[in-house]
């Protein structure tokens, strides 16, 4: 079975800093994959997505993401972070059983960044 | 309607009550989605509808949660003798036709239900 793992339930950076949001997975296929953000109050929003096309995915936001076979992992990064930023983010891959292709979510990353 | 259309945004009901919650996915999405966000966890799946194919209901936590769409429109899902563990925010997502693995899934702005 697909799942992801997110190794921080929380990271704090500071305004302008880089940000690293840390997504590890386990497939037994090429998997398609997915950052999510929550911002407070509001729905989920795609924020990237992998599709086999190029192992540097960009996104919205300046955020980017990187698919690293060899080391089953699809860190989330921006190199300076804003207070907007400041959310809960969901590494997320598909997971295809049958006709049934259902989102297996990670337990979620909160950022939070300091003014 | 331009997104993913959850109604109520809000409920309260007794324990012991049943509810019964709305999704309106996006026009021409085949695929529709059902997970359920407890108080700071992660997103839990709980069923899955794709066209006319039989539903995922493999996430389905006990037999008082109960699904039903009709078609590609909308879907409702119902719990029934609620618990105050069934408090939650429960959120529906919708994805055009899923034949590989990247569509994108919108999701509404969700349910919260809260069990008293």
């Known amino acids: 079975a697909q799942s992801v793992t997110q190794l921080d339930s929380h990271v704090s950076v500071s305004e302008g800093t880089p940000v690293l949001l840390r997504c590890n997975y386990s497939?037994?296929?090429?998997?398609?994959l997915f950052w999510y953000v929550q911002h407070p109050n509001k729905g989920l929003q795609l924020l990237l997505k992998y599709t086999s096309a190029a192992t540097l995915v960009k996104g919205i936001n300046g955020f980017e993401a990187e698919f690293k076979k060899s080391e089953t992992s699809f860190h989330l990064t921006k190199p300076s972070a804003h207070m907007s930023d400041a959310a809960e983010y969901f590494c997320v891959v598909s997971d295809r059983r049958g006709s049934s292709y259902k989102l297996i979510f990670g337990s979620g990353t909160r950022l939070l960044v300091r003014p | 309607g331009a997104g993913v259309s959850q109604s109520p945004s809000n409920k309260v009901t007794e324990k012991g009550k049943d509810v019964e919650l709305r999704c309106d996915p996006i026009s021409g999405h085949t695929a529709l989605y059902w997970y359920r966000q407890r108080l700071g966890q992660g997103l839990e799946f709980l069923i899955y509808?794709?066209?006319?194919?039989?539903?995922?209901k493999s996430g389905l936590p006990s037999d008082r949660f109960s699904a039903e769409r009709t078609g590609e429109s909308v879907s409702t899902l119902t719990i029934q003798r609620t618990q105050q563990e069934d408090s939650a925010v429960y959120l529906c997502a919708s994805s055009l036709v899923v034949t590989v693995l990247n569509t994108e899934a919108f999701f509404g702005q969700g349910t919260r239900l809260t069990v008293v």
């Open positions: 497939s037994s296929y090429s998997p398609s």
């Open positions: 509808f794709q066209g006319n194919s039989a539903p995922d």
